[in-house]
């Protein structure tokens, strides 16, 4: 099955401590002082470490790569390079032609990699070329696999230009290239790049992922990503480094936790939740079709919208269980009481009548603070005026803390938002969902590739179970590593807000339905291009069906069926579709 998404995830080694560790992310900052901790604490070195990653570097390469004869391996000034000269020793031990180019830097090798240096010099057979003094031109025709050893996870600029020479060398030859802990040239804490970047087929990370890894450009350089936590499984899983967390990462594998509690069997309609969905201008009729259908396929029990009165037939239509209602002839009022969660901003616009509806209903959020509230697309652009302008100051928003809102904005809502730039919210966007957070006192979903969810210090993220020793929600910064590029046509948004305000009036907490309602949409994306063979072409309303799948935990006949029906290599029960390639058990890649 073709690969749905450009990041791909496997543990090398599966087990009890790795199938835990692969929800846990540390900044790389600190994991850089975890390597030291836990070379003390485990009476080993640094370098038995750089070993350990040497060695399950080398594995991945060539296992992925078992034809290739001649590697060519570029080693940075730091560790980085140190694990470079690790997987030459071990390549030409396996009887590979190694081809070595390190760069020079201004200090000497740190210890661990000048021991490294060392015992690839001692092995003998293999040349170490200096590369600013070698030439293009030397290289020879048959290398077949480039290895990325030049920049580690300190990297906070723009490479240099002797590195920037490698990487461009790197992306221009028409081989292969893998990196070794993290494609040179990526921000290892947030997954910008400045300058060039090395493209990798493959990376392998050791210990821990890092922020960079998952979210910001991280899906266009690092091709799959596997990870071994070199024999410090049970150690970074103690209590002392757990509350060290960045953050932590789900998966479409979670969902079976996340959805595990179903309806009460005496359930009603009522006691299903109560959904009041806010927009469609003209113009922008099927947004708030889209976030009402994909609300139903949640278990909403009731589900009202309000909406231009030109609107209300084609929702019917569609949607026969959806009350619909003019906007110029209802009680606004008498609809939000009604509601157990109100959402606004699918179809709205910034015209008259949707600066109109909207403003209102923001004004008065100090009435129902106790309700769970969604604002999205054009809601939260007028927000943003507002804000600007100074007419929010004392209203809604910005002066009821510890409320139940919930904000989904793209990054150029984000950036109208905080009064910034785009360049500015991509360039950190851990950062720019943590300020949207403490500035609004909210729950943020920060959309993108590996999009981001921050809760604010006020906004209660305990979820009965979940919120466990190793909880996988249990982190006020939650990165949902699942979707695919295929989403970046229109209506996806909608049918988000429609998913997580479905779960907001089902009486979710704030924390679980965003976290999980992102998780099962993305997931659906997933599950719906696998099924009509590739992202190409991939519609919102392709979604709906899907959904229902990721909502459900599913049984093993159920899992057969959907193989077949669909067309999916396989399925672990959990409505996650798998490749035709080998995945640990630890967790089945969505592809």
């Keep these: ?183 040179s040239g990526l921000n290892a804490e947030t997954g910008s790049v400045e300058g060039v970047c090395v493209r990798a087929e493959h990376t392998v990370t050791f210990i821990a992922l890092k922020p960079g890894l998952i979210t910001g450009q991280a899906r266009n350089y690092t091709g799959t990503l596997h990870y071994d936590c070199l024999q410090l499984g049970e150690w970074m899983l103690e209590p002392k480094r757990q509350s ?28 299903n939740g109560r959904l009041l969905l806010v927009g469609g201008d003209h113009n922008f009729g099927g947004a708030i079709i889209m976030a009402a259908e994909a609300a139903l396929n949640t278990g909403v029990g009731l589900v009202r919208v309000v909406t231009r009165s030109a609107h209300i037939g084609p929702i019917l239509s569609r949607c026969p269980e959806v009350m619909a209602y003019d906007s110029e002839e209802c009680s606004l009022y008498d609809l939000i009481q009604w509601s157990t969660c109100v959402a606004v901003g699918p179809g709205v616009g910034q015209a008259e009548w949707g600066e109109s509806i909207a403003s209102r209903i923001i004004h008065d959020r100090k009435y129902f603070t106790e309700k769970p509230f969604l604002l999205d697309a054009d809601a939260l652009n007028l927000f943003a005026k507002m804000v600007s302008s100074g007419e929010a100051k004392g ?92 989403m970046a046509t229109g209506g996806f948004g909608d049918v988000l807000t429609g998913v997580i305000s479905g779960f907001l009036a089902q009486k979710f907490s704030v924390w679980q339905a965003t976290c999980g309602g992102c998780l099962a949409h993305s997931t659906a994306a997933d599950l719906a291009a696998a099924a009509q063979g590739g992202v190409r072409g991939l519609r919102a309303t392709s979604l709906f069906e899907h959904i229902l799948t990721c909502v459900n935990p599913l049984t093993e006949r159920q899992c057969v069926s959907l193989k077949t029906r669909r067309n999916i290599d396989d399925c672990d029960g959990r409505g996650e579709p798998q490749g035709s390639e080998k995945v640990s058990k630890v967790e089945k890649s969505v592809k």
């Design 1 to 183: 099955m073709m690969r749905l998404s450009n990041l791909l995830f496997r543990c090398i080694t599966s087990g009890y401590y790795e199938e835990k560790l692969q929800s846990c992310v540390w900044s790389a900052a600190w994991l850089r002082q975890a390597e030291e901790e836990a070379a003390r604490e485990h009476k080993i070195t640094l370098y038995d470490l750089m070993q350990r990653a040497g060695k399950a570097a080398f594995d991945v390469f060539r296992r992925e790569y078992p034809s290739s004869r001649h590697w060519l391996i570029l080693c940075g000034s730091g560790n980085n390079g140190g694990d470079g000269f690790e997987v030459a020793r071990l390549a030409a031990d396996d009887k590979l032609r190694v081809t070595v180019l390190a760069v020079k830097g201004t200090k000497p090798l740190p210890p661990e990699a000048s021991a490294a240096h060392a015992a690839l010099l001692k092995r003998g057979g293999v040349k170490i070329h200096d590369a600013g003094q070698w030439k293009e031109t030397e290289l020879a025709e048959d290398v077949d696999l480039v290895v990325d050893g030049l920049l580690g996870t300190g990297i906070t600029g723009a490479p240099r230009a002797d590195y920037a020479r490698l990487i461009d060398l790197a992306n221009a030859l028409p081989v292969p290239c893998v990196s070794i802990d993290i494609p």
């Design 244 to 271: 060290q967390l960045f953050c932590r990462r789900i998966v479409s594998s979670h969902l079976k936790t996340i959805f595990a509690q179903t309806p009460s069997p005496c359930a009603n309609k009522g006691s």
């Design 395 to 486: 209203y809604g928003l910005l002066e009821c803390k510890k409320q139940k809102t919930v904000i989904t904005p793209h990054p150029g809502e984000a950036a109208r938002l905080l009064q910034c730039t785009i360049e500015e919210v991509e360039k950190d966007r851990f950062q720019a969902a943590k300020k949207l957070a403490d500035l609004y006192g909210c729950t943020v979903l920060l959309k993108g590739p590996g999009t981001v969810i921050y809760a604010a210090e006020d906004v209660d993220i305990s979820v009965d179970a979940l919120n466990t020793e190793h909880g996988i929600l249990s982190s006020r910064c939650i990165v949902s590593d699942a979707g695919n590029n295929g």
